[in-house]
């Protein structure tokens, strides 16, 4: 396993009087797709906010490229080149896709500022970003807004992209338009942590895999051993991949 890039130690996490978190260790590898599987309820949206800092840690450490950022506000945590997509994906329906890949961009005051050629190549990954840039974000498809939301992410360059279950209720055709997406970011060198539930999903994706229950995680590894163990899928997930 390449040196991590993220990395959690001990990390517990307190919502109100709830304990949810329990002690996670969690190391996501440079340069690879880490994916973050486990039942619902497991935890893993837990996780991923706490590393934002919208959830603050309790106890425990994270640390990003060998910098503490436990105590780091939202705010700060992002402005270290991570980027986060969350769950409901935070589109501003009543913008245009235009405005809020503007609001993005933080660079730049007004569109003509954003970087041209890293839109041009966001138009290649997501081709309905370019077709509905002057269209009300609120009137896209499901998986239209999905690709809005990772390319919001993803307008200026970012060392680490973190995504809460890009492929829920999409079609097939759309799943397979996010997975070449996430694959050609990853040969860009951008680091991913990915909490996903399409299973053929994360064996399609993921180089590592770690596997949450009753929030700690309770198997890390490579992907690859994950698929090709049926009986350790059923015990780890209940299931077979």
């Known amino acids: 396993m390449s040196d991590p890039l993220l990395k959690l130690e001990g990390v517990h996490t307190h ?16 340069g690879q797709l ?3 599987l486990g039942r619902n309820g497991a935890g893993k949206t837990t996780t991923l906010r706490t590393i934002m800092g919208l959830w603050p840690a309790s106890k425990g450490r994270i ?26 994906m935070g589109i501003f329906a009543d ?10 961009a933080r660079q730049a005051r007004h569109a003509a500022q954003m970087d041209t050629a ?34 919001r992410a993803i307008v200026e360059p970012r060392e680490l992209l973190i995504v809460d279950e890009p492929s829920k209720g999409l079609a097939p ?19 991913i942590l990915l909490v996903e539930q399409n299973i053929n999903f994360a064996k ?19 992907m ?6 049926e009986e350790l899928q059923k015990s780890l997930l209940g299931l077979a991949l």
């Not at 105590?71 to 969350?86: D, E, H, K, R």
């Not at 245009?96 to 993005?104: D, G, R, S, Y």
């Not at 399609?204 to 890390?220: E, I, K, P, S």
Request: aromatic share 6%.
């Open 224 to 229: 690859k051993d994950l698929a090709e163990n």
């Open 118 to 151: 890293r839109l041009q190549w966001i138009f290649k990954l997501f081709p309905a970003v370019e077709k509905f840039w002057n269209h009300p974000a609120g009137k896209l498809s499901g998986g239209q807004k999905q690709m809005l939301a990772v390319s």
């Open 95 to 104: 913008l245009t896709v235009k405005e809020n890949m503007l609001l993005a």
């Open 34 to 36: 880490t994916m973050l």
């Open 173 to 191: 055709a759309i799943i397979n338009n996010m997975i070449d997406a996430f694959q050609q970011l990853k040969a860009s060198g951008v680091t």
């Open 63 to 88: 640390m990003f490229g060998g910098k503490d950022i436990t105590a780091l506000s939202t705010p700060q945590i992002a402005g270290l080149n991570i980027a986060y997509v969350p769950e409901n």
């Open 15 to 30: 919502i109100g009087a709830y304990h949810i978190l329990h002690g996670v260790d969690l190391a996501v590898p440079r």
């Open 204 to 222: 399609r994706l993921g180089d590592t895999v770690a596997v949450m229950d009753n929030g700690v995680v309770v198997h890390a590894g490579s």
